[in-house]
């Protein structure tokens, strides 16, 4: 009998099992009632409230309504709110004008640069290579596709289609191209020695996992080398995927010089066509090399005039072709350079000459795009005319290929449907198709957890069998049903609903019934508090001092940081050629991602170093971080140019009015009285030490920038 009741309970698990939640097609289901039905605002509230009222629990009250409108521009546009906006909101503090507020920055031109950030860890975004060479790549151009896809509101399943098959779709645009840049993600090996159809390999393999954790929340990589220990995909499974991606290009190829081991690129890169503001600036720039070389020109003719006789009769023998240009009255750029070589290189001219050619050189490099910019391209996905053959690889291994496969997809989720064409546009087609259970469910999760920083399935890259249940099942399966069905997969719709929610104005503060029965907010009785990421830290305090540029688009940008912080081997040049301009001051997802070695204070934010994809950050708390708000050499200039303002808009003001005003630009709130207290006695004590007003507001600026609730939403 007991041998019976165990082959009983082992067949309900694995029947279980089969009936896994995140593989049902998602439906919408009603949420229970409340009893606290005044503080439902819309249909997310239902469903929080109902599971919050079970565990005996009450909302926190709404947060304040300069602290809400703070939180709500960080969260949709990833930077502080003007203090008149501020003003404007507690005047008018109304459901109406908080929706008109949401929509202003919904339609804002910054919220795709806000909202592109998380995306790029996915795409495992880089301005390099990685591996020890580490070598600049072109792709900046994929990032302004994102950044402008997410501002126009692209539908979900067509931001899909385009980067995972832009190339593929009929009369393919250039921006649908470039779009498949998400793909071209994974890191290249050019190391001398490297083998090329096992870094090819490496690539494909890392396709195939990005798609499964990006779309369908699996941890489809487990299945590359065995079977899936816990859920249903097999390594049969596995490799089906592989096929869909196994048909592009190689990207690096030996040198075809005899034994040489080193390697080249060889991808696929497409023009990119120029903006109207790139074409000017080129024209510039090569009208500016033109105006250098004659004033070159003339100032080497002008000193041959000084080279005497003798020296060119010294000189004849071992440069007969030079001596014969001094003499010339007519000479290009080209014989100047010579001239300058032989007889020019130890004049007292010779200063004179280099800083001519040195501004020659950089408008050279304006006019032809920039350091590392070979032209103005993107690396863009590519199919070969001939079909590769797939084989599952024996224990992943690329040197022991078993039996062959066709593209397919897991039968598990639902079988690939005969009418969609086995490449990766059918691939895509699939992955958004209303059959599929796990798409729309990942997206909405993913969003929902941007917002309140946990997702409502915690376990945000793994929706399998070893992954978190979700917290609210039912809201899960709504907002994914809405998303999908309602909103035509629009993701600015979703993001909407849930911060109109009065579960997301819920004020972040802890009270003690709340903390011991909700101690890490799983039931959202109270609102999120979340540090900023590391690009958010830059823009945010950017914004304060005043620095911040609000230029789009382009190619990354080199904010300043101590010299020689580069230092990686290979054939590349390792300078560190910092901004000038107000390219100095971009927002922080346009700053140069080398992989061996990224921006020092984005590391120390926790910023991947997006060798692979990242589905959520970390979110640590160091000395490291203190130390780069204090000294980093960035934000010593954003504090001096934060007091600066603090002077100029505070002049009329007395010194409780200066100190508030400050206060409110960093947090939008007044300090309360203990905090104006000690600012004041910080200033005063500053005065008295120094005697200097603007090292005293040096201090008081400093101070603000470095406040945990400065870094924090």
């Given at each position: 009998m007991r041998l019976l009741c165990f082959i009983l309970l082992a067949v309900s698990s694995v029947t279980a099992e089969e009936t896994h939640w995140a593989y049902k097609v998602p439906k919408i289901q009603k949420s229970n009632t409340v009893q606290n039905t005044e503080w439902i605002s819309n249909t997310i509230d239902s469903f929080i409230l109902s599971k919050m009222e079970a565990e005996g629990l009450a909302p926190s009250i709404e947060q304040s309504s300069d602290r809400l409108i703070r939180r709500v521009y960080l969260d949709l546009i990833g930077i502080p709110p003007p203090i008149d906006q501020v003003d404007?909101?507690?005047?008018?503090?109304?459901?109406?004008?908080?929706?008109?507020?949401?929509?202003?920055?919904?339609?804002?031109?910054?919220?795709?640069?806000?909202?592109?950030?998380?995306?790029?860890?996915?795409?495992?975004?880089?301005?390099?290579?990685?591996?020890?060479?580490?070598?600049?790549?072109?792709?900046?151009?994929?990032?302004?596709?994102?950044?402008?896809?997410?501002?126009?509101?692209?539908?979900?399943?067509?931001?899909?289609?385009?980067?995972?098959?832009?190339?593929?779709?009929?009369?393919?645009?250039?921006?649908?191209?470039?779009?498949?840049?998400?793909?071209?993600?994974?890191?290249?090996?050019?190391?001398?020695?490297?083998?090329?159809?096992?870094?090819?390999?490496?690539?494909?393999?890392?396709?195939?996992?990005?798609?499964?954790?990006?779309?369908?929340?699996?941890?489809?990589?487990?299945?590359?080398?065995?079977?899936?220990?816990?859920?249903?995909?097999?390594?049969?499974?596995?490799?089906?995927?592989?096929?869909?991606?196994?048909?592009?290009?190689?990207?690096?190829?030996?040198?075809?010089?005899?034994?040489?081991?080193?390697?080249?690129?060889?991808?696929?890169?497409?023009?990119?066509?120029?903006?109207?503001?790139?074409?000017?600036?080129?024209?510039?720039?090569?009208?500016?090399?033109?105006?250098?070389?004659?004033?070159?020109?003339?100032?080497?003719?002008?000193?041959?005039?000084?080279?005497?006789?003798?020296?060119?009769?010294?000189?004849?023998?071992?440069?007969?072709?030079?001596?014969?240009?001094?003499r010339k009255s007519d000479i290009s750029y080209k014989d100047a350079l010579a001239i300058d070589k032989v007889f020019l290189k130890k004049s007292k001219s010779a200063d004179i000459l280099s800083g001519l050619k040195i501004n020659i050189a950089k408008n050279k490099n304006r006019a032809n795009g920039g350091k590392f910019q070979i032209g103005y391209t993107s690396r863009v996905m590519k199919e070969r005319e001939k079909q590769r053959e797939t084989r599952v690889l024996l224990r992943g291994d690329f040197t022991n290929p078993g039996e062959m496969v066709i593209a397919d997809t897991p039968s598990t989720l639902f079988e690939f449907p005969k009418y969609f064409q086995r490449n990766r546009l059918g691939l895509a087609k699939w992955i958004v198709s209303e059959e599929n259970p796990l798409t729309a469910r990942v997206a909405v999760n993913r969003i929902w957890a941007e917002l309140f920083g946990r997702g409502i399935v915690t376990s945000i890259e793994d929706f399998g069998y070893n992954g978190a249940k979700p917290t609210h099942p039912k809201l899960l399966d709504w907002l994914a049903v809405t998303f999908q069905s309602v909103d035509d997969w629009s993701m600015k719709k979703i993001i909407r609903r849930i911060v109109l929610s009065s579960t997301y104005k819920q004020s972040s503060k802890f009270s003690n019934n709340n903390l011991e029965e909700d101690p890490l907010n799983e039931f959202y009785s109270r609102g999120p508090r979340n540090r900023l990421s590391a690009e958010l830290i830059r823009d945010n305090a950017l914004t304060i001092s005043g620095l911040i540029s609000k230029k789009m688009f382009g190619r990354p940008v080199r904010p300043k940081q101590p010299n020689n912080f580069w230092r990686v081997i290979g054939e590349v040049d390792n300078n560190y050629y910092t901004s000038e301009g107000e390219d100095l001051y971009r927002r922080g997802v346009y700053t140069v991602w080398r992989r061996s070695a990224h921006y020092p204070s984005f590391a120390n934010f926790d910023a991947p170093t997006r060798g692979a994809c990242s589905v959520k950050r970390e979110s640590s708390n160091t000395p490291l971080q203190a130390l780069t708000l204090l000294n980093d050499p960035v934000f010593v200039e954003m504090a001096r140019a934060f007091s600066k303002r603090i002077i100029k808009e505070t002049r009329e003001m007395n010194t409780t009015q200066q100190l508030n005003h400050a206060f409110r630009l960093a947090l939008s709130r007044p300090p309360k009285d203990s905090e104006l207290k000690a600012l004041k006695k910080m200033l005063f004590i500053s005065l008295d030490t120094d005697g200097s007003s603007e090292s005293a507001w040096f201090e008081i600026a400093t101070t603000i920038l470095n406040l945990h609730e400065t870094i924090t939403k």
């Open positions: 404007s909101f507690l005047l008018d503090p109304s459901k109406e004008h908080y929706e008109e507020i949401v929509d202003n920055l919904l339609s804002s031109e910054h919220f795709g640069e806000k909202w592109a950030i998380s995306w790029l860890d996915l795409a495992r975004y880089a301005d390099s290579d990685g591996y020890q060479r580490d070598g600049f790549r072109n792709v900046w151009p994929y990032r302004d596709w994102l950044i402008r896809s997410l501002n126009a509101d692209m539908p979900y399943d067509q931001f899909t289609i385009e980067q995972l098959a832009g190339d593929l779709i009929k009369d393919a645009s250039e921006n649908q191209k470039i779009a498949t840049g998400f793909n071209r993600g994974p890191t290249l090996n050019l190391e001398a020695g490297t083998d090329p159809e096992e870094d090819r390999v490496k690539q494909v393999v890392d396709r195939v996992n990005t798609t499964a954790t990006v779309w369908l929340g699996t941890s489809l990589e487990c299945a590359q080398c065995h079977d899936h220990k816990h859920d249903p995909f097999s390594i049969k499974d596995y490799y089906s995927m592989f096929a869909f991606f196994n048909n592009t290009p190689i990207e690096g190829k030996r040198r075809p010089n005899g034994n040489d081991a080193s390697m080249d690129y060889s991808g696929t890169d497409i023009k990119v066509t120029l903006s109207e503001e790139e074409l000017m600036k080129r024209k510039s720039a090569s009208e500016a090399v033109s105006l250098g070389e004659q004033k070159y020109v003339s100032k080497v003719k002008e000193l041959c005039d000084n080279i005497s006789d003798e020296q060119l009769n010294n000189s004849n023998k071992k440069h007969p072709k030079e001596v014969q240009l001094v």
